[in-house]
């Protein structure tokens, strides 16, 4: 538990470190910092795969961690617009292309359809899903966004958890998480609407946030009426905490059938970048949809 508790301190005190030299200084230490989660997260994620027997290629995955970023930040700093999410789409589709060539041209012996498969969803899962976070930064304040993207599904476990521990009752999915219950289900609901409630009070109620200097970004009310608002935060926190919960549930998933306990190892007694930002790379998402659906 100390070791847990440490390690949870270090990770908050690390990322307000970061979003305060991104908000002061310059955007680009969220950006590498996103970058360096992705790299490590594509690390992980690639020799899971590798332990369970899926020969899962290195080229495609080296090949979108190293042009999403830059082709990203160009089209949305010269072109403007949506211009950084087709950057995100056409890094994805020439990956995938990619993989699809090298597996077509490989030995039929060595590299087989669950290999090509095995890759095209770790260029989803988690590849895709975090580099939405570059856009989450770049067209809204890093501060604003990362926090609530990151605050969300924490909540949301935080309330599961105390809602599991105290009511207990039936077993959401024992198969995949024996530990879950629906009592818990339904406290990480009411977790992420809390959350989502609060971020309301703080940001736009309150209007607590001014323009970041370093990018000139200021926060933008989501509607010009507070009822519609407020609805708008609760249907995000409410959308955001499923999502999150399924997040959770799909990496257990995933990592019972591949055999692992923990993703990785780099979080003393927290396991690895997935097995912490499985549930937050969903809120990441669901910030995503609902921020392009908001400010259209």
């Excluded at 926090?147 to 909540?155: D, I, Q, R």
């Excluded at 476990?157 to 530990?179: E, H, Q, R």
């Excluded at 009822?227 to 919960?245: C, E, M, P």
Aim: a positive charge; proline letters at 4%; aromatic letters at 16%.
């Amino acid at each position: 538990m100390l070791k847990r508790t440490v390690t949870a301190i270090s990770l908050i005190a690390l990322l307000c470190g970061v979003l305060a030299a991104s908000y002061f200084v310059d955007r680009a230490f969220i950006d590498i910092f996103i970058w360096i989660l992705l790299a490590i997260a594509l690390r992980e994620m690639y020799f899971c795969f590798q332990s369970a027997g899926y020969r899962v290629m290195r080229l495609p995955l080296a090949f979108y961690m190293l042009t999403a970023y830059p082709v990203t930040y160009v089209l949305q700093e010269f072109v403007g617009g949506y211009a950084g999410y087709a950057g995100i789409a056409v890094c994805l589709a020439a990956s995938a292309l990619f993989a699809l060539v090298q597996f077509t041209f490989s030995n039929p012996e060595r590299m087989q359809l669950k290999d090509l498969l095995a890759t095209l969803f770790v260029l989803v899962y988690p590849a895709f899903f975090i580099s939405l976070a570059w856009m989450l930064t770049a067209k809204y304040v890093a501060v604003y966004s990362v926090l609530f993207a990151v605050f969300l599904p924490v909540g949301a476990d935080t309330f599961a958890y105390w809602f599991g521990s105290m009511i207990g009752g039936k077993k959401l999915c024992p198969s995949i998480s024996p530990k879950k219950t629906v009592a818990g289900f339904v406290g990480g609901i009411i977790g992420g609407m809390t959350v989502a409630a609060v971020f309301y009070l703080v940001f736009e109620y309150a209007a607590a946030l001014p323009a970041a200097p370093a990018d000139g970004l200021v926060y933008v009310p989501f509607t010009d009426a507070v009822w519609k608002s407020v609805l708008v935060y609760l249907a995000i926190g409410f959308v955001g905490a499923l999502a999150g919960q399924l997040g959770d549930l799909a990496a257990s998933r995933t990592k019972r059938a591949l055999g692992v306990k923990d993703f990785g190892r780099i979080f003393p007694g927290h396991g690895g970048v997935m097995d912490r930002f499985d549930s937050i790379t969903a809120g990441i998402t669901v910030l995503t949809v609902a921020f392009l659906a908001i400010y259209a």
